[in-house]
């Protein structure tokens, strides 16, 4: 019956949310495309979802993670990549503010409903697959990466960030690596002034087998650093796609095309220690 509370999702046992991030490092790149294009594709996927518009176009936001979390009994490290497109729920068209990308990548939007409607989600954590699928109905699927990530732990800080998703699969013996790429990110910030921007928490939207709607927050504690792209700047970002009988790259070259990359918005946990360097004691 219709205006009826609804009971929270359940958390399946072994896990425990809310799941807390012990360090991130993350980098997204946005793509304004087609609004046709993305709107069909949406409805196969969250038909309780309408695709957002930023001036008639569709946003496309890919998503790297890299991040820690300590458990009771040790640690675990997770990579994943999201691939979105920015949605609000069907029933919220009238609650929307009017904002433009600029405008919503800053934070704009305070209503919270835009959000990332998963279209895929590639992740290397066999527990984290099962966990995001039965708890937030994520569309997580098993890739492993080889990254390349701007860091404190090198000669040379650079704002360069290069992200390779391969395919994998998943088996009784866990996780196995597949030599075929899926797709390649490469992001040379290198000389772009960032600012920063509050735009937490993110909403990430699932689609359960039942048909039902899933929302989620995820907060980040400190501010986001935004890039703006411009038709001089955009060629800062390249991506590659890999085989199109995967899923994943054909569901991308269909959406984005030709598009340029719209902005970067990237995160780094700052460190909490640091082991210095040795002396000689006489």
């Known amino acids: 019956m219709a205006g009826l509370p609804l009971p929270l999702p359940p958390v399946p046992e072994p896990y ?4 807390h991030y012990g360090a991130l490092h993350t980098i997204g790149v946005d793509y304004l495309v087609d609004h046709g294009r993305a709107r069909g594709l949406l409805a196969k996927r969250h038909p ?7 001036d008639g176009r569709a946003c496309v936001s890919l998503n790297y993670r890299l991040h820690f979390a300590q458990y ?6 997770t990579q994943e990549l999201e691939i979105n497109l920015i949605a609000h729920p069907v029933f919220a068209e ?11 990548a800053r934070g704009w939007d305070q209503t919270k409903l835009l959000g990332s409607a998963r279209l895929h989600v590639l992740c290397d954590n066999p527990i984290a697959i099962d966990a995001g699928r039965r708890m937030y109905a994520e569309p997580r699927h098993p890739g492993w990466f080889e990254t390349a990530l701007p860091s404190l732990n090198a000669p040379e800080v650079r704002e360069r960030w290069s992200v390779s998703c391969r ?3 998943l088996g009784q013996d866990g996780l196995s690596r597949h030599d075929e790429e899926l797709l390649a990110l490469d992001v040379n910030l290198v000389g772009l002034t960032p600012e920063p921007v509050n735009n937490t928490p993110i ?35 390249r991506l590659d796609l890999g085989n199109p009988a995967e899923e994943s790259a054909r569901d991308l070259a269909h959406l984005i095309a030709e598009a340029p990359a719209a902005g970067v918005w990237t995160y780094q946990s700052p460190p909490v220690a640091a082991h210095n360097r040795a002396y000689y004691v006489r």
């Open 203 to 237: 909403t990430g939207y699932g689609t359960d087998d039942e048909g039902k709607l899933l929302a989620a927050p995820l907060n980040v504690y400190q501010p986001y650093r935004y890039y703006a792209l411009d038709d001089r700047t955009a060629e800062r970002v």
């Open 94 to 104: 009238e609650r929307m503010p009017v904002v433009d990308y600029c405008q919503y």
């Open 72 to 77: 009771p009994d040790g640690g675990g490290i």
């Open 16 to 19: 425990h949310l809310p799941f």
């Open 167 to 169: 395919r994998a699969t």
């Open 48 to 54: 309780g979802l309408t695709v957002a518009a930023f």
